[in-house]
């Protein structure tokens, strides 16, 4: 694996995102309520990517055999929801067939669920393997070139977005998603054979499919070097 593979970059991606989020931590604590135990923006059904699948997967399979079990448990309850609405992904769990007023409508339907990740205290047993929607989610979205757009958990920043503020939590997210584009294609190549970008997945279901994501023998983070 080298410099240029996208699998490299995209676990590089999350690492700056990690210290990005942290510096953010340090500078602001007054202003965000992001912490442990916390898990206000875990709760509900959300489909991600599938480099961010294929990082879920290795946290999975790295728990104990108890906590999987568990885990395995919590999810193949929200999977059955999701087959309810969708029968087909009872096989196939891939949801680029899927248009996204679908999946909204399958998302209210299914309702506010907890990610089986979650302990009993609400910390996510693979944090470090978290999806980037995760290590996103919560804080305002501030892009280098467009600027402040979408909401943010209304825990955090309730003063508001001084110029101050805006500059540090500046982002480049189109190279975010080309990133995240390119590490998609290569996994797809790698695991259906064809290049699709696009392809997404819910969670539950990405624990459904863990050993298909094993087989492929890839990992987002190792090595790095």
């Not at 879920?56 to 609405?85: H, Y």
């Not at 280098?144 to 825990?155: A, I, K, M, R, T």
């Not at 699709?196 to 298909?212: C, H, K, N, R, Y």
């Amino acid at each position: 694996m080298t410099n240029r593979d996208p699998l490299h970059q995209y676990g590089s991606l999350l690492g700056e995102l990690s210290e990005w989020f942290q510096s953010l931590l340090n500078r602001f604590s007054n202003h965000i309520h992001c912490g442990e135990g916390c898990a206000h923006c875990c709760r509900g059904l959300f489909d991600i990517s599938l480099p961010d699948a294929l990082s879920v997967a290795n946290g999975f399979n790295m728990l104990p055999d108890n906590l999987r079990s568990s885990i395995s448990t919590a999810a193949g309850d929200i999977q059955k929801k999701i087959v309810r609405e969708i029968p087909e992904l009872k096989e196939s769990y891939f949801l680029q067939a899927v248009s996204e007023d679908r999946i909204d409508e399958i998302v209210e339907r299914v309702g506010e669920v907890s990610c089986p990740f979650l302990d009993d205290k609400c910390n996510c047993l693979i944090y470090d393997r978290r999806p980037l929607a995760c290590r996103l989610e919560g804080i305002p979205m501030v892009d280098v070139s467009d600027g402040l757009f979408g909401d943010w958990c209304e825990l955090n920043f309730r003063g508001g977005m001084a110029s101050e503020l805006a500059e540090a939590l500046r982002l480049d997210y189109y190279r975010i998603q080309q990133i995240e584009t390119e590490a998609t294609a290569y996994i797809s190549s790698r695991m259906r054979g064809d290049r699709q970008e696009g392809i997404t997945l819910f969670i539950p279901s990405v624990i459904a499919a863990a050993e298909s994501f094993s087989s492929l023998s890839l990992n987002i983070f190792e090595p790095l070097s």
